[in-house]
């Protein structure tokens, strides 16, 4: 019998890098070569834990892919989309669609739990309802009673979920979480990633980790090891 595509199916990437390159320019004496000649391409809700040596270029790696930060060569294709290229309200519309999640949760202080999250469409007019949706999210990551409260009344355990439900506000395909559980005990650590691999089985969102702990990178599908700027090792 013929097999059809459909008996079997191509894996589809989310992300694909080819040959990313970043240096910094220092002070005195050449570049520092922070991401050197990347490649690597990561499967629609896949979780992926990235990991290496402290400096060894996990967070450029995560801010290229967000477009933070502007690679020097090299493409990156998210979605079919070119990364490295976009510029003005594309590259706007681009970061908004992609959520972040970084270790030191960078909530406004001032801002109560529930703001927080709606904060990233505050400027924007939205075809649903943004104060539900950050209500629904505040849920999800087990906070609606404390929607109210302002961070300083919350643990970092409940900061840091506060800051996954904001990275969730527009439904991004592809969520980047640059060491999310590194300001956390082991308790708050494992509910931190209980959770994001939840999102990931519920809602397919593509999880990429940037993690030193080797048991939250084992409870990856897969881990990409950087040295040095250089992948050194792509397990599984
Ligand atoms: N804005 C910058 N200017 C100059 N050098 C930088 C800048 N950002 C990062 N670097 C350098 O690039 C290299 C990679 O840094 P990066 O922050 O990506 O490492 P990392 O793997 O995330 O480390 P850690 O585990 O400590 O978070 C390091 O040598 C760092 O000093
Ligand atoms: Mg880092």
């Not at 979780?47 to 967070?59: E, H, M, Q, R, W």
């Not at 007019?125 to 999210?137: G, H, P, S």
């Not at 519920?202 to 030193?212: D, I, N, R, S």
């Amino acid at each position: 019998m013929e097999r059809t595509s459909a008996e079997a199916p191509a894996t589809t990437a989310l992300v694909r890098l080819t040959d990313v390159r970043k240096s910094f320019p220092l002070p005195d004496g050449p570049p520092l070569v922070a991401v050197n000649d990347v490649s690597l391409s990561i499967a629609a809700g896949a979780a992926v834990a990235l990991t290496g040596p402290s400096g060894s270029g996990k967070s450029t790696l995560l801010h290229l892919i967000g477009a933070i930060e502007r690679s020097d060569g090299g493409t990156i294709d998210v979605g079919g989309q070119e990364v490295t290229g976009l510029s003005g309200r594309a590259l706007s519309a681009y970061r908004r669609s992609v959520g972040f999640v970084f270790q030191r949760f960078h909530l406004l202080p001032t801002l109560t739990a529930l703001d927080n999250v709606v904060a990233p469409l505050i400027p924007f007019r939205t075809d649903f309802d943004k104060v539900a949706r950050a209500r629904e999210l505040l849920a999800l990551v087990g906070l609606a009673d404390r929607a109210a409260a302002l961070p300083s009344r919350l643990s970092g355990g409940q900061q840091q979920r506060v800051a996954i439900a904001r990275a969730l506000i527009n439904q991004p395909a592809l969520l980047l979480a640059d060491e999310p559980t590194g300001n956390l005990d082991s308790q708050n650590s494992a509910a931190i990633v209980d959770l994001l691999l939840k999102l990931r089985d519920e809602q397919g969102t593509t999880l990429v980790m940037a993690t030193h702990d080797a048991g939250i990178a084992a409870r990856c599908d897969r881990a990409v090891q950087m040295r040095d700027g250089r992948l050194t090792s792509v397990d599984r």
